[in-house]
Protein backbone atom coordinates (compact mmCIF):
# COMPACT_ATOMS: atom_id res chain seq x y z
CA UNK A 1 0.00 0.00 0.00
CA UNK A 2 1.34 3.19 -0.87
CA UNK A 3 -0.44 6.36 -0.21
CA UNK A 4 2.35 8.90 -1.22
CA UNK A 5 0.50 11.55 -3.73
CA UNK A 6 1.32 13.43 -6.87
CA UNK A 7 3.21 16.71 -7.12
CA UNK A 8 0.00 18.40 -8.26
CA UNK A 9 -2.28 16.77 -5.92
CA UNK A 10 -0.33 18.38 -2.72
CA UNK A 11 -0.46 21.63 -4.59
CA UNK A 12 -4.02 20.78 -4.73
CA UNK A 13 -4.45 20.13 -0.79
CA UNK A 14 -2.33 22.82 0.13
CA UNK A 15 -4.80 25.60 -1.89
CA UNK A 16 -7.66 23.91 -0.28
CA UNK A 17 -6.63 23.74 3.16
CA UNK A 18 -5.34 27.38 2.89
CA UNK A 19 -8.97 28.22 1.51
CA UNK A 20 -10.69 26.72 4.30
CA UNK A 21 -8.44 28.69 6.64
CA UNK A 22 -8.42 31.98 5.03
CA UNK A 23 -12.15 31.95 3.74
CA UNK A 24 -14.09 29.57 5.51
CA UNK A 25 -13.02 29.77 9.43
CA UNK A 26 -13.45 33.65 9.60
CA UNK A 27 -17.12 33.23 8.28
CA UNK A 28 -18.11 30.24 10.35
CA UNK A 29 -19.35 32.69 13.32
CA UNK A 30 -22.33 33.28 11.21
CA UNK A 31 -22.75 30.11 10.03
CA UNK A 32 -23.03 28.78 13.63
CA UNK A 33 -25.13 31.86 14.86
CA UNK A 34 -27.37 33.25 12.45
CA UNK A 35 -30.38 31.29 9.99
CA UNK A 36 -28.29 29.07 7.24
CA UNK A 37 -30.59 31.11 4.35
CA UNK A 38 -28.93 34.48 5.07
CA UNK A 39 -25.46 33.37 4.90
CA UNK A 40 -26.42 31.46 1.17
CA UNK A 41 -25.52 34.89 -0.36
CA UNK A 42 -21.95 34.76 0.98
CA UNK A 43 -21.56 31.34 0.46
CA UNK A 44 -22.40 31.58 -3.28
CA UNK A 45 -19.75 34.13 -3.49
CA UNK A 46 -17.04 31.62 -2.13
CA UNK A 47 -18.68 28.56 -4.37
CA UNK A 48 -17.65 31.03 -7.54
CA UNK A 49 -14.12 31.68 -6.12
CA UNK A 50 -13.88 27.20 -5.93
CA UNK A 51 -15.45 27.32 -9.75
CA UNK A 52 -12.72 29.89 -10.46
CA UNK A 53 -9.89 28.07 -9.20
CA UNK A 54 -10.82 24.86 -10.75
CA UNK A 55 -11.41 22.94 -7.89
CA UNK A 56 -15.44 22.26 -7.59
CA UNK A 57 -16.85 18.95 -7.19
CA UNK A 58 -13.61 16.80 -6.70
CA UNK A 59 -14.98 13.78 -6.34
CA UNK A 60 -17.90 13.84 -9.50
CA UNK A 61 -16.95 13.14 -13.24
CA UNK A 62 -15.22 15.38 -15.38
CA UNK A 63 -17.53 15.09 -18.09
CA UNK A 64 -20.37 16.64 -15.90
CA UNK A 65 -17.38 19.28 -14.41
CA UNK A 66 -16.08 17.76 -11.64
CA UNK A 67 -12.48 16.67 -10.92
CA UNK A 68 -13.22 13.15 -11.25
CA UNK A 69 -10.52 11.83 -8.46
CA UNK A 70 -10.49 8.97 -7.13
CA UNK A 71 -10.99 7.76 -3.34
CA UNK A 72 -8.05 8.17 -2.03
CA UNK A 73 -7.32 11.59 -3.31
CA UNK A 74 -10.61 12.82 -2.93
CA UNK A 75 -10.35 11.08 0.65
CA UNK A 76 -7.43 13.36 1.38
CA UNK A 77 -9.26 16.57 -0.20
CA UNK A 78 -12.66 15.88 2.21
CA UNK A 79 -10.30 15.59 5.44
CA UNK A 80 -8.99 18.87 4.22
CA UNK A 81 -12.55 20.24 3.84
CA UNK A 82 -13.83 18.85 7.05
CA UNK A 83 -12.05 21.24 8.82
CA UNK A 84 -14.83 23.45 8.30
CA UNK A 85 -18.95 22.69 8.83
CA UNK A 86 -19.12 24.92 5.23
CA UNK A 87 -16.09 22.85 3.84
CA UNK A 88 -17.82 20.07 1.63
CA UNK A 89 -21.13 22.55 0.92
CA UNK A 90 -18.69 25.52 -0.60
CA UNK A 91 -16.67 22.75 -2.70
CA UNK A 92 -19.96 20.98 -3.93
CA UNK A 93 -18.88 18.11 -2.48
CA UNK A 94 -21.93 17.87 0.44
CA UNK A 95 -24.24 14.70 1.20
CA UNK A 96 -26.61 14.00 0.50
CA UNK A 97 -26.41 15.37 -3.11
CA UNK A 98 -22.80 13.39 -3.61
CA UNK A 99 -24.38 10.29 -2.98
CA UNK A 100 -27.46 11.12 -4.93
CA UNK A 101 -24.90 12.12 -8.05
CA UNK A 102 -22.86 8.61 -7.81
CA UNK A 103 -25.94 6.56 -8.01
CA UNK A 104 -27.09 8.76 -10.79
CA UNK A 105 -24.18 8.84 -13.02
CA UNK A 106 -23.60 4.70 -12.61
CA UNK A 107 -27.50 3.98 -13.06
CA UNK A 108 -29.36 6.89 -14.41
CA UNK A 109 -30.63 6.94 -18.02
CA UNK A 110 -29.58 9.56 -20.60
CA UNK A 111 -32.47 11.64 -20.03
CA UNK A 112 -32.45 11.50 -15.95
CA UNK A 113 -28.90 12.82 -16.45
CA UNK A 114 -29.86 15.44 -18.52
CA UNK A 115 -32.60 16.54 -16.66
CA UNK A 116 -30.92 16.16 -13.01
CA UNK A 117 -27.47 15.17 -13.27
CA UNK A 118 -25.82 18.19 -14.93
CA UNK A 119 -27.36 20.67 -12.75
CA UNK A 120 -26.64 18.97 -9.47
CA UNK A 121 -23.59 18.14 -10.32
CA UNK A 122 -22.86 22.26 -11.20
CA UNK A 123 -24.53 23.26 -7.64
CA UNK A 124 -27.49 25.14 -9.62
CA UNK A 125 -30.01 22.51 -7.90
CA UNK A 126 -30.19 20.29 -4.45
CA UNK A 127 -31.38 16.71 -3.70
CA UNK A 128 -32.34 15.13 -1.10
CA UNK A 129 -32.46 11.03 -0.08
CA UNK A 130 -35.97 9.21 1.08
CA UNK A 131 -35.55 6.16 2.80
CA UNK A 132 -35.65 6.54 6.14
CA UNK A 133 -39.42 5.88 8.06
CA UNK A 134 -41.19 6.63 11.50
CA UNK A 135 -42.65 3.67 12.14
CA UNK A 136 -40.05 1.21 10.65
CA UNK A 137 -36.87 0.46 11.31
CA UNK A 138 -33.65 2.61 9.35
CA UNK A 139 -31.47 -0.36 10.80
CA UNK A 140 -33.69 -2.52 8.80
CA UNK A 141 -35.20 -1.37 5.97
CA UNK A 142 -36.29 -4.24 4.13
CA UNK A 143 -39.32 -3.34 6.46
CA UNK A 144 -40.39 -0.80 4.41
CA UNK A 145 -44.19 0.74 4.43
CA UNK A 146 -43.82 3.16 1.63
CA UNK A 147 -45.13 1.64 -1.52
CA UNK A 148 -45.20 2.96 -5.51
CA UNK A 149 -47.50 1.43 -7.48
CA UNK A 150 -47.61 1.35 -11.17
CA UNK A 151 -51.01 2.93 -12.53
CA UNK A 152 -50.72 3.21 -16.40
CA UNK A 153 -47.17 5.19 -17.44
CA UNK A 154 -46.90 6.41 -14.12
CA UNK A 155 -45.96 5.07 -10.10
CA UNK A 156 -48.41 6.61 -7.42
CA UNK A 157 -46.41 6.94 -4.27
CA UNK A 158 -47.90 6.66 -0.86
CA UNK A 159 -46.03 6.83 2.86
CA UNK A 160 -44.48 8.41 5.23
CA UNK A 161 -40.81 9.31 5.58
CA UNK A 162 -38.41 11.14 7.91
CA UNK A 163 -34.93 12.52 8.26
CA UNK A 164 -34.73 13.08 4.58
CA UNK A 165 -31.85 15.68 5.32
CA UNK A 166 -31.74 18.61 3.00
CA UNK A 167 -35.20 18.23 1.54
CA UNK A 168 -36.18 21.80 2.71
CA UNK A 169 -35.21 23.60 -0.91
CA UNK A 170 -34.47 20.49 -2.52
CA UNK A 171 -35.30 20.02 -6.40
CA UNK A 172 -36.16 16.35 -6.13
CA UNK A 173 -36.04 13.61 -3.98
CA UNK A 174 -34.91 9.89 -4.78
CA UNK A 175 -37.42 8.08 -2.72
CA UNK A 176 -36.95 4.30 -1.61
CA UNK A 177 -40.81 2.72 -2.02
CA UNK A 178 -41.85 -0.69 -2.22
CA UNK A 179 -42.38 -1.80 -6.05
CA UNK A 180 -42.60 -5.53 -5.95
CA UNK A 181 -44.23 -6.64 -2.67
CA UNK A 182 -44.04 -10.28 -3.67
CA UNK A 183 -41.13 -10.47 -4.23
CA UNK A 184 -37.74 -11.71 -2.00
CA UNK A 185 -37.33 -8.90 0.64
CA UNK A 186 -34.30 -7.45 -1.02
CA UNK A 187 -36.23 -7.31 -3.97
CA UNK A 188 -39.43 -5.62 -2.93
CA UNK A 189 -37.99 -1.91 -3.11
CA UNK A 190 -36.86 0.67 -6.17
CA UNK A 191 -35.17 4.17 -5.98
CA UNK A 192 -37.67 6.42 -7.77
CA UNK A 193 -37.32 9.93 -8.88
CA UNK A 194 -39.50 12.60 -7.63
CA UNK A 195 -39.77 16.35 -8.43
CA UNK A 196 -40.42 18.17 -5.10
CA UNK A 197 -42.21 20.11 -6.82
CA UNK A 198 -44.94 16.90 -7.86
CA UNK A 199 -48.51 17.30 -5.73
CA UNK A 200 -48.70 14.94 -3.27
CA UNK A 201 -45.26 15.54 -2.40
CA UNK A 202 -45.48 17.80 1.12
CA UNK A 203 -43.08 18.26 3.94
CA UNK A 204 -44.34 17.84 7.41
CA UNK A 205 -42.09 19.63 8.87
CA UNK A 206 -38.25 20.34 9.68
CA UNK A 207 -37.57 18.36 12.36
CA UNK A 208 -35.84 19.53 15.75
CA UNK A 209 -32.53 17.71 15.68
CA UNK A 210 -30.32 18.44 19.09
CA UNK A 211 -32.49 21.60 19.43
CA UNK A 212 -31.87 23.00 15.99
CA UNK A 213 -34.89 22.88 12.91
CA UNK A 214 -32.58 24.53 10.39
CA UNK A 215 -33.33 25.08 7.17
CA UNK A 216 -32.36 24.53 3.60
CA UNK A 217 -29.04 22.61 3.39
CA UNK A 218 -29.03 22.32 6.95
CA UNK A 219 -32.50 20.05 8.17
CA UNK A 220 -33.73 17.25 8.55
CA UNK A 221 -37.39 16.48 7.26
CA UNK A 222 -40.54 14.42 7.66
CA UNK A 223 -42.17 13.89 4.48
CA UNK A 224 -45.44 12.72 3.35
CA UNK A 225 -46.34 11.20 -0.27
CA UNK A 226 -49.94 11.01 -0.89
CA UNK A 227 -50.74 10.09 -3.93
CA UNK A 228 -48.09 11.51 -5.22
CA UNK A 229 -47.42 10.68 -8.96
CA UNK A 230 -44.62 10.82 -11.29
CA UNK A 231 -44.12 8.85 -14.52
CA UNK A 232 -42.42 5.76 -14.66
CA UNK A 233 -39.37 6.89 -16.51
CA UNK A 234 -38.47 8.14 -13.21
CA UNK A 235 -37.70 5.04 -12.19
CA UNK A 236 -33.66 4.98 -10.93
CA UNK A 237 -31.76 1.54 -12.54
CA UNK A 238 -34.46 -1.30 -12.53
CA UNK A 239 -37.29 -2.14 -10.76
CA UNK A 240 -36.69 -4.09 -7.42
CA UNK A 241 -32.71 -3.21 -7.32
CA UNK A 242 -33.24 -0.21 -4.58
CA UNK A 243 -31.10 -2.09 -1.95
CA UNK A 244 -28.48 -2.93 -4.10
CA UNK A 245 -28.25 0.58 -5.70
CA UNK A 246 -28.64 1.59 -1.45
CA UNK A 247 -25.48 -0.69 -0.74
CA UNK A 248 -23.66 0.73 -3.56
CA UNK A 249 -24.40 4.39 -2.37
CA UNK A 250 -23.22 3.39 1.27
CA UNK A 251 -20.09 1.67 0.35
CA UNK A 252 -17.81 4.78 -1.11
CA UNK A 253 -20.03 7.05 0.72
CA UNK A 254 -18.29 5.95 3.88
CA UNK A 255 -15.01 6.70 2.78
CA UNK A 256 -16.14 10.31 2.51
CA UNK A 257 -17.62 10.59 5.95
CA UNK A 258 -14.74 8.50 7.75
CA UNK A 259 -12.58 11.27 6.07
CA UNK A 260 -14.66 14.29 6.66
CA UNK A 261 -14.63 13.63 10.56
CA UNK A 262 -10.88 12.71 10.32
CA UNK A 263 -10.92 16.33 9.52
CA UNK A 264 -13.02 17.43 12.40
CA UNK A 265 -10.53 15.64 13.99
CA UNK A 266 -8.15 17.55 13.36
CA UNK A 267 -9.40 21.13 14.03
CA UNK A 268 -11.03 19.74 17.45
CA UNK A 269 -7.43 18.42 17.76
CA UNK A 270 -5.50 21.79 16.94
CA UNK A 271 -8.39 23.89 18.81
CA UNK A 272 -7.80 21.86 21.90
CA UNK A 273 -4.10 21.82 21.59
CA UNK A 274 -4.22 25.90 21.08
CA UNK A 275 -6.47 26.05 23.83
CA UNK A 276 -4.51 23.95 26.55
CA UNK A 277 -1.21 25.64 25.58
CA UNK A 278 -2.84 28.99 25.76
CA UNK A 279 -5.47 28.89 28.98
CA UNK A 280 -4.16 30.33 32.21
CA UNK A 281 -4.84 28.65 35.09
CA UNK A 282 -2.32 29.69 37.05
CA UNK A 283 0.09 32.38 37.72
CA UNK A 284 3.11 30.72 35.51
CA UNK A 285 1.09 27.72 34.34
CA UNK A 286 -1.47 26.51 31.52
CA UNK A 287 -3.64 23.94 30.77
CA UNK A 288 -1.31 22.19 29.09
CA UNK A 289 0.69 21.27 32.06
CA UNK A 290 -1.98 19.61 33.72
CA UNK A 291 -1.12 15.73 33.02
CA UNK A 292 -4.79 14.86 33.07
CA UNK A 293 -5.14 17.42 29.76
CA UNK A 294 -1.59 15.79 28.46
CA UNK A 295 -2.90 12.22 28.33
CA UNK A 296 -6.00 13.78 26.23
CA UNK A 297 -3.91 15.08 23.72
CA UNK A 298 -1.37 11.92 23.73
CA UNK A 299 -4.51 9.81 23.56
CA UNK A 300 -6.83 12.15 20.35
CA UNK A 301 -3.52 11.99 18.43
CA UNK A 302 -2.78 8.15 18.39
CA UNK A 303 -6.19 7.52 17.96
CA UNK A 304 -7.06 9.85 15.38
CA UNK A 305 -3.20 8.43 13.14
CA UNK A 306 -4.76 5.06 14.11
CA UNK A 307 -8.34 5.98 12.75
CA UNK A 308 -6.97 7.46 9.46
CA UNK A 309 -4.40 5.22 8.55
CA UNK A 310 -7.33 2.20 8.29
CA UNK A 311 -9.66 4.33 6.69
CA UNK A 312 -7.11 4.89 3.95
CA UNK A 313 -6.39 1.49 3.71
CA UNK A 314 -10.14 0.91 3.39
CA UNK A 315 -10.13 3.27 0.30
CA UNK A 316 -7.51 1.86 -1.19
CA UNK A 317 -8.76 -1.51 -0.99
CA UNK A 318 -11.93 -0.13 -2.37
CA UNK A 319 -10.32 1.13 -5.39
CA UNK A 320 -7.95 -2.25 -6.05
CA UNK A 321 -10.63 -4.75 -5.26
CA UNK A 322 -14.36 -2.96 -5.38
CA UNK A 323 -16.50 -2.39 -2.14
CA UNK A 324 -17.10 -5.87 -1.68
CA UNK A 325 -14.15 -7.47 -0.62
CA UNK A 326 -13.69 -4.11 1.66
CA UNK A 327 -16.93 -5.18 3.80
CA UNK A 328 -15.11 -6.02 6.78
CA UNK A 329 -12.92 -2.63 6.45
CA UNK A 330 -16.15 -1.08 5.90
CA UNK A 331 -17.92 -1.74 9.01
CA UNK A 332 -14.56 -1.42 11.21
CA UNK A 333 -14.32 2.28 10.28
CA UNK A 334 -18.03 3.38 10.01
CA UNK A 335 -17.80 2.58 14.71
CA UNK A 336 -13.84 3.16 14.53
CA UNK A 337 -13.34 6.53 12.93
CA UNK A 338 -16.91 7.78 14.39
CA UNK A 339 -15.85 7.03 18.46
CA UNK A 340 -12.76 8.29 18.29
CA UNK A 341 -14.27 11.88 16.23
CA UNK A 342 -16.44 12.18 19.05
CA UNK A 343 -14.30 11.32 21.59
CA UNK A 344 -11.41 14.04 20.56
CA UNK A 345 -14.62 16.49 20.34
CA UNK A 346 -15.73 15.74 23.73
CA UNK A 347 -11.79 16.57 25.32
CA UNK A 348 -11.88 19.44 22.77
CA UNK A 349 -14.89 20.88 24.14
CA UNK A 350 -14.26 20.41 27.91
CA UNK A 351 -10.61 22.00 27.55
CA UNK A 352 -12.27 25.05 26.45
CA UNK A 353 -14.99 24.98 29.60
CA UNK A 354 -17.60 27.30 28.77
CA UNK A 355 -16.51 28.86 25.74
CA UNK A 356 -17.01 25.55 24.66
CA UNK A 357 -20.97 25.06 25.19
CA UNK A 358 -21.00 28.34 23.14
CA UNK A 359 -21.23 28.63 19.10
CA UNK A 360 -18.10 30.49 19.10
CA UNK A 361 -16.23 27.79 18.07
CA UNK A 362 -17.03 25.11 16.17
CA UNK A 363 -17.06 22.38 18.86
CA UNK A 364 -20.65 22.63 20.58
CA UNK A 365 -22.28 22.21 16.73
CA UNK A 366 -19.69 19.19 16.08
CA UNK A 367 -20.71 17.48 19.54
CA UNK A 368 -24.71 18.11 18.77
CA UNK A 369 -24.96 17.45 15.16
CA UNK A 370 -22.04 14.40 14.87
CA UNK A 371 -23.88 12.64 17.34
CA UNK A 372 -25.58 11.23 14.55
CA UNK A 373 -22.64 9.85 13.16
CA UNK A 374 -22.75 6.52 15.00
CA UNK A 375 -26.65 6.00 13.94
CA UNK A 376 -26.69 6.88 10.76
CA UNK A 377 -25.75 4.91 7.59
CA UNK A 378 -26.04 1.73 9.92
CA UNK A 379 -26.23 2.11 13.49
CA UNK A 380 -22.46 1.36 15.21
CA UNK A 381 -23.87 -2.49 16.15
CA UNK A 382 -25.45 -2.73 13.03
CA UNK A 383 -21.65 -2.97 12.02
CA UNK A 384 -20.50 -4.48 15.22
CA UNK A 385 -22.61 -7.36 14.74
CA UNK A 386 -21.92 -8.02 11.17
CA UNK A 387 -18.22 -7.31 11.24
CA UNK A 388 -17.90 -9.91 14.22
CA UNK A 389 -20.35 -12.67 11.83
CA UNK A 390 -18.11 -12.27 9.30
CA UNK A 391 -14.95 -13.39 11.53
CA UNK A 392 -16.49 -15.55 13.15
CA UNK A 393 -17.44 -17.71 10.21
CA UNK A 394 -13.62 -18.47 10.03
CA UNK A 395 -14.04 -20.03 13.32
CA UNK A 396 -16.85 -22.39 12.81
C1 LIG B 1 -28.73 13.35 11.32
C2 LIG B 1 -29.36 12.23 10.56
C3 LIG B 1 -29.47 12.34 9.18
C4 LIG B 1 -30.12 11.33 8.46
N1 LIG B 1 -30.28 11.48 7.10
C5 LIG B 1 -31.00 10.56 6.41
C6 LIG B 1 -31.31 10.78 5.03
O1 LIG B 1 -30.89 11.75 4.41
N2 LIG B 1 -32.13 9.88 4.41
C7 LIG B 1 -32.63 8.78 5.05
O2 LIG B 1 -33.36 8.01 4.43
N3 LIG B 1 -32.34 8.55 6.36
C8 LIG B 1 -31.56 9.42 7.06
N4 LIG B 1 -31.30 9.24 8.40
C9 LIG B 1 -31.89 8.08 9.08
C10 LIG B 1 -30.86 7.03 9.46
O3 LIG B 1 -30.44 6.34 8.32
C11 LIG B 1 -31.56 6.09 10.50
O4 LIG B 1 -31.77 6.86 11.67
C12 LIG B 1 -30.69 4.88 10.81
O5 LIG B 1 -30.67 4.00 9.70
C13 LIG B 1 -31.22 4.11 12.03
O6 LIG B 1 -32.57 3.81 11.86
P1 LIG B 1 -33.64 4.16 12.99
O7 LIG B 1 -33.45 5.59 13.37
O8 LIG B 1 -34.97 3.76 12.49
O9 LIG B 1 -33.21 3.31 14.24
P2 LIG B 1 -33.62 1.81 14.56
O10 LIG B 1 -33.54 0.96 13.35
O11 LIG B 1 -34.91 1.85 15.30
O12 LIG B 1 -32.45 1.39 15.55
C14 LIG B 1 -32.36 1.99 16.84
C15 LIG B 1 -31.14 1.49 17.56
O13 LIG B 1 -31.21 0.09 17.68
C16 LIG B 1 -29.91 -0.44 17.74
N5 LIG B 1 -29.73 -1.49 16.73
C17 LIG B 1 -30.18 -1.50 15.46
N6 LIG B 1 -29.76 -2.59 14.82
C18 LIG B 1 -29.06 -3.32 15.70
C19 LIG B 1 -28.36 -4.56 15.66
N7 LIG B 1 -28.29 -5.28 14.52
N8 LIG B 1 -27.74 -5.00 16.79
C20 LIG B 1 -27.80 -4.28 17.94
N9 LIG B 1 -28.42 -3.10 18.03
C21 LIG B 1 -29.04 -2.62 16.94
C22 LIG B 1 -28.93 0.68 17.48
O14 LIG B 1 -28.39 1.16 18.70
C23 LIG B 1 -29.81 1.74 16.86
O15 LIG B 1 -29.31 3.05 17.05
C24 LIG B 1 -30.62 10.20 9.13
C25 LIG B 1 -30.49 10.10 10.52
C26 LIG B 1 -29.86 11.08 11.24
C27 LIG B 1 -29.76 10.96 12.73
Request: one cysteine or more; proline letters at 5%; aromatic letters at 8%.
Given at each position: ??????DE?QT?L?M??EF?E????????L???E?????L?????K??R?R???LW?PN?????G?M?LG?V??GL??????????G???F??Q?????????????????????WL???????I?SC?S?T???M??SN?V?????????G?D?????????T?A?D??????VM????PD???????S?I??P??T?G????RN?AVM???G??WM????IV??D????R????G???RG???????L???R????????G?????????C???????I??????????????WIAESAA?????????L??????EQY???????E??????????????V?D?AL???G?????D??????????????????????A??????????????
Amino acid sequence: MDFTISDEMQTTLTMIEEFVEKELHPIEFLFLNEPFRDLLPRIEEKRARVREMGLWAPNHPTEYGGMGLGLVEYGLISEALGGSPLGHFVFGCQAPDAGNIEILHLHGTDAQKREWLGPLVAGRIRSCFSMTEIEMPGSNPVLMETSADRNGADYVINGRKWYTTAADGAAFAIVMAVTNPDAAPHERASMIMVPTDTPGFEIVRNIAVMGEAGEDWMSHSEIVYRDCRVPRANLLGDEGRGFVIAQERLGPGRIHHCMRWLGICRRAFELLCTRAATRRIGPSRTLADKEIVQAWIAESAAEIEAARALTLQTAWRIEQYGWKQAREEISMIKFLVAGTMLRVIDRALQVHGGLGMTDDTPLAFWYRHERAARIYDGPDEAHKQSLARRILKRYR
